[in-house]
Protein backbone atom coordinates (compact mmCIF):
# COMPACT_ATOMS: atom_id res chain seq x y z
CA UNK A 1 0.00 0.00 0.00
CA UNK A 2 1.56 3.59 -0.72
CA UNK A 3 1.85 6.17 1.71
CA UNK A 4 -1.22 8.35 2.45
CA UNK A 5 -1.73 11.43 -0.11
CA UNK A 6 -0.75 14.90 1.25
CA UNK A 7 -4.21 17.10 0.55
CA UNK A 8 -4.75 20.31 -0.60
CA UNK A 9 -8.01 22.35 -1.23
CA UNK A 10 -8.42 25.31 -3.84
CA UNK A 11 -11.16 28.26 -3.19
CA UNK A 12 -13.18 29.17 -5.91
CA UNK A 13 -11.46 32.16 -7.73
CA UNK A 14 -14.50 33.59 -9.48
CA UNK A 15 -12.77 31.75 -12.74
CA UNK A 16 -11.93 28.22 -11.46
CA UNK A 17 -14.47 27.00 -9.47
CA UNK A 18 -11.94 24.21 -8.00
CA UNK A 19 -13.77 21.88 -5.24
CA UNK A 20 -14.73 21.25 -1.80
CA UNK A 21 -13.09 18.17 -2.36
CA UNK A 22 -9.29 17.51 -1.86
CA UNK A 23 -7.02 17.06 -4.46
CA UNK A 24 -4.71 13.88 -3.53
CA UNK A 25 -1.28 13.36 -4.20
CA UNK A 26 0.96 10.80 -3.74
CA UNK A 27 4.60 10.81 -4.54
CA UNK A 28 7.14 8.07 -5.77
CA UNK A 29 4.12 5.52 -6.62
CA UNK A 30 6.13 2.67 -7.76
CA UNK A 31 3.91 1.48 -10.91
CA UNK A 32 3.65 5.35 -12.01
CA UNK A 33 7.21 5.44 -12.90
CA UNK A 34 6.38 3.19 -16.40
CA UNK A 35 3.37 4.20 -18.68
CA UNK A 36 2.25 0.62 -19.14
CA UNK A 37 2.04 -0.14 -15.12
CA UNK A 38 0.63 3.22 -14.53
CA UNK A 39 -2.50 2.29 -17.25
CA UNK A 40 -2.78 -1.15 -15.37
CA UNK A 41 -2.98 0.46 -11.84
CA UNK A 42 -5.45 2.74 -12.93
CA UNK A 43 -7.72 0.52 -14.67
CA UNK A 44 -7.23 -2.63 -11.94
CA UNK A 45 -8.64 0.35 -9.50
CA UNK A 46 -11.70 1.54 -11.98
CA UNK A 47 -10.11 4.47 -13.55
CA UNK A 48 -10.61 3.93 -17.34
CA UNK A 49 -10.38 5.67 -20.56
CA UNK A 50 -6.15 6.20 -20.40
CA UNK A 51 -4.26 8.11 -22.50
CA UNK A 52 -0.66 9.50 -22.77
CA UNK A 53 0.69 13.46 -22.89
CA UNK A 54 1.21 15.99 -21.21
CA UNK A 55 -0.90 19.10 -19.43
CA UNK A 56 -2.17 22.00 -21.29
CA UNK A 57 0.13 25.10 -20.62
CA UNK A 58 -2.99 26.88 -19.67
CA UNK A 59 -4.92 27.52 -16.80
CA UNK A 60 -8.02 24.77 -17.46
CA UNK A 61 -10.39 22.68 -15.54
CA UNK A 62 -12.68 19.81 -16.17
CA UNK A 63 -16.78 20.41 -15.08
CA UNK A 64 -18.17 16.71 -15.80
CA UNK A 65 -15.42 13.86 -14.22
CA UNK A 66 -12.78 13.95 -11.96
CA UNK A 67 -9.47 13.03 -13.31
CA UNK A 68 -6.23 11.17 -12.21
CA UNK A 69 -2.65 12.09 -13.66
CA UNK A 70 0.32 9.68 -12.94
CA UNK A 71 3.87 11.00 -13.89
CA UNK A 72 5.90 8.69 -15.97
CA UNK A 73 8.67 10.49 -17.72
CA UNK A 74 10.10 13.95 -16.86
CA UNK A 75 9.30 16.64 -14.47
CA UNK A 76 6.97 19.66 -14.06
CA UNK A 77 5.93 22.52 -12.12
CA UNK A 78 2.06 22.55 -12.22
CA UNK A 79 -0.36 25.16 -11.06
CA UNK A 80 -3.41 24.02 -9.53
CA UNK A 81 -5.98 26.08 -7.89
CA UNK A 82 -6.17 28.39 -10.68
CA UNK A 83 -4.13 31.65 -10.87
CA UNK A 84 -4.42 32.11 -7.34
CA UNK A 85 -3.37 28.19 -6.59
CA UNK A 86 -0.30 26.97 -5.86
CA UNK A 87 2.51 25.47 -8.01
CA UNK A 88 3.68 22.29 -7.40
CA UNK A 89 7.19 20.20 -8.70
CA UNK A 90 5.67 16.76 -9.96
CA UNK A 91 7.90 13.97 -11.16
CA UNK A 92 8.00 10.59 -12.46
CA UNK A 93 6.44 8.13 -9.58
CA UNK A 94 4.03 10.91 -8.38
CA UNK A 95 0.17 10.59 -9.00
CA UNK A 96 -2.06 13.84 -8.80
CA UNK A 97 -5.69 12.78 -8.04
CA UNK A 98 -8.50 16.01 -9.13
CA UNK A 99 -12.07 16.33 -8.01
CA UNK A 100 -13.44 17.98 -10.81
CA UNK A 101 -13.37 21.87 -10.94
CA UNK A 102 -10.05 22.05 -10.06
CA UNK A 103 -7.56 23.97 -12.30
CA UNK A 104 -4.22 22.99 -13.68
CA UNK A 105 -1.44 24.04 -15.62
CA UNK A 106 1.55 23.41 -16.59
CA UNK A 107 3.68 26.45 -16.03
CA UNK A 108 7.04 24.24 -17.60
CA UNK A 109 8.44 20.73 -17.80
CA UNK A 110 11.41 18.70 -19.04
CA UNK A 111 9.75 15.73 -20.77
CA UNK A 112 6.98 15.47 -18.73
CA UNK A 113 4.81 12.33 -19.89
CA UNK A 114 1.16 11.90 -17.81
CA UNK A 115 -0.53 9.06 -17.90
CA UNK A 116 -4.19 9.89 -17.18
CA UNK A 117 -7.98 8.50 -16.68
CA UNK A 118 -11.09 9.23 -15.35
CA UNK A 119 -13.32 7.24 -13.06
CA UNK A 120 -15.74 4.35 -14.85
CA UNK A 121 -14.07 5.97 -18.10
CA UNK A 122 -17.23 8.77 -17.72
CA UNK A 123 -16.48 11.59 -20.37
CA UNK A 124 -14.65 14.59 -19.55
CA UNK A 125 -14.99 18.33 -21.23
CA UNK A 126 -12.39 21.44 -20.97
CA UNK A 127 -13.22 24.41 -19.81
CA UNK A 128 -10.55 27.67 -19.20
CA UNK A 129 -12.32 29.38 -16.67
CA UNK A 130 -14.14 31.76 -19.18
CA UNK A 131 -16.57 34.21 -16.92
CA UNK A 132 -19.78 33.31 -18.85
CA UNK A 133 -19.38 29.41 -18.36
CA UNK A 134 -18.60 30.06 -14.64
CA UNK A 135 -22.11 28.97 -12.58
CA UNK A 136 -23.14 26.40 -15.20
CA UNK A 137 -19.75 24.75 -14.56
CA UNK A 138 -20.60 24.74 -10.51
CA UNK A 139 -23.81 23.06 -11.23
CA UNK A 140 -22.09 20.32 -13.56
CA UNK A 141 -19.33 19.93 -10.70
CA UNK A 142 -21.98 19.27 -8.51
CA UNK A 143 -23.94 16.73 -10.48
CA UNK A 144 -20.22 14.57 -10.99
CA UNK A 145 -20.82 11.43 -8.98
CA UNK A 146 -18.21 10.30 -6.40
CA UNK A 147 -15.75 6.97 -7.69
CA UNK A 148 -15.81 4.17 -6.01
CA UNK A 149 -12.00 3.77 -5.40
CA UNK A 150 -8.88 5.33 -5.24
CA UNK A 151 -7.07 5.17 -8.81
CA UNK A 152 -3.63 4.48 -6.67
CA UNK A 153 -4.82 2.19 -3.90
CA UNK A 154 -8.30 0.88 -4.83
CA UNK A 155 -11.23 0.50 -3.30
CA UNK A 156 -9.68 0.10 1.01
CA UNK A 157 -7.68 3.27 -0.46
CA UNK A 158 -8.42 6.96 1.19
CA UNK A 159 -10.22 8.34 -1.64
CA UNK A 160 -13.59 7.63 -0.37
CA UNK A 161 -13.22 8.38 3.33
CA UNK A 162 -11.62 11.85 1.94
CA UNK A 163 -14.04 12.28 -0.82
CA UNK A 164 -16.89 11.36 1.22
CA UNK A 165 -18.06 8.32 -0.57
Do not use: Q
Not at 58 to 63: Q, T, W
Not at 111 to 131: E, K, N
Amino acid sequence: MPSAPETFTFEDDGAIPNSRLPVLLYHGVPEAADAASCERLFADNGWLGAWRNGIYPFHHFHSIAHKVLGVVSGSAGVMLGGERGREFELSRGDVVVLPAGTGHCNLRDDGLVVVGAYPDGMRWDLCRGDPGEHDDAVERIRAVPLPGSDPVAGAGGPLPALWGG
